[in-house]
């Protein structure tokens, strides 16, 4: 797909990877519809993608509620005139041992509540602006790309029933959606990113992120442009589909 002029809706924009990732393709010509809770944060990126010279408007909705995504694709076609993409990436970790124990003795476990959060918005979130992102571009009638972040730990990271069960989900609907949609001329790939540097990195304690860096073949962690190139790959290349790309300087799980 070529970008300039194509609308292009961004979810989990205010900061991090989606941030990154907007002020790329702004950068290509396209008009972008970013998508947060953090509405703060949002002003802050369609400053930065006014920049990087693409047009933008931001727009304040929680993708785990049917009703406000459903309102949200809406409203976006009705601003934009129709909806050629959409980055499915906001996202979340609540991380903990599912039974964390010393010597026989159970200390604490994973929450119902932090498992089912993850869960909410980092598959059923996934789910409901894919569906809705579908929806609106079969009825446009121009083709589509759907992209959604998963991440490495979709293989079984410790600390990470929740997050690792969530973004192996991504994964599996990424590969159901290229189906199913590409006789509507929507190509759906994924995403896997490593470690990044963002805020979701920063909330792990220093010394268990020295160690995962030091796992890191690179010997770093990934810059958000980095995760964002990959973006704009996945989103130009009309030949890819129903694919996860790795990013991960080489770090296997
Ligand atoms: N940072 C990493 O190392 C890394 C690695 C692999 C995958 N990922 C994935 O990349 C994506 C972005 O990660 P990030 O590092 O930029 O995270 P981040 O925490 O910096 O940004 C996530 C954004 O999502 C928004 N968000 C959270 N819940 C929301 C909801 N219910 N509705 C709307 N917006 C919501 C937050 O407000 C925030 O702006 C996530 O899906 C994450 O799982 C990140």
């Not at 989990?12 to 010509?29: P, S, W």
């Not at 789910?127 to 571009?137: K, N, Q, S």
């Not at 160690?211 to 130009?236: G, K, M, N, T, Y």
Request: charge should be neutral; include cysteine; charged fraction near 20%.
């Amino acid at each position: 797909m070529q970008l300039h002029g194509k609308t292009i809706v961004i979810t989990g924009a205010a900061q991090g990877l989606g941030r990154a990732m907007a002020e790329t393709l702004a950068g290509q010509g396209a008009n972008l519809a970013l998508v947060d809770v953090d509405e703060g944060g949002l002003r802050e990126t369609a400053e930065l993608c006014a920049k990087s010279g693409g047009r933008s408007r931001g727009y304040a909705a929680d993708v785990t509620n049917e009703q406000e995504v459903e309102a949200l694709f809406k409203r976006v076609h009705d601003d934009f005139g129709g909806i050629d993409a959409l980055v499915n990436n906001a996202g979340i970790t609540r991380d903990g041992l599912l039974v964390k124990a010393r010597n026989g003795k159970v200390e604490t476990t994973l929450s119902l509540e932090a498992f089912r959060n993850v869960i909410t918005v980092d598959l059923t979130g996934v789910f409901l602006c894919g569906r809705e992102a579908a929806v609106w571009m079969i009825e446009g009638g121009k083709p589509g790309v759907i992209v959604n972040i998963s991440s490495i730990s979709r293989a079984g990271n410790l600390g990470q029933t929740n997050y690792s069960a969530a973004k192996a989900g991504v994964a599996a609907m990424t590969v159901v959606w290229a189906k199913e949609l590409a006789s509507h001329g929507i190509r759906v790939a994924a995403i896997a990113p490593g470690f990044c540097d963002t805020r979701l990195v920063a909330a792990i304690p220093t010394t268990v992120r020295d160690r995962i860096v030091s796992a890191i073949p690179l010997r770093r962690l990934a810059r958000p442009d980095e995760i964002a190139q990959a973006a704009l790959f996945v989103l130009q290349n009309d030949y890819l589909n129903g694919r996860v790309l790795d990013i991960d300087g080489g770090l296997r799980l």
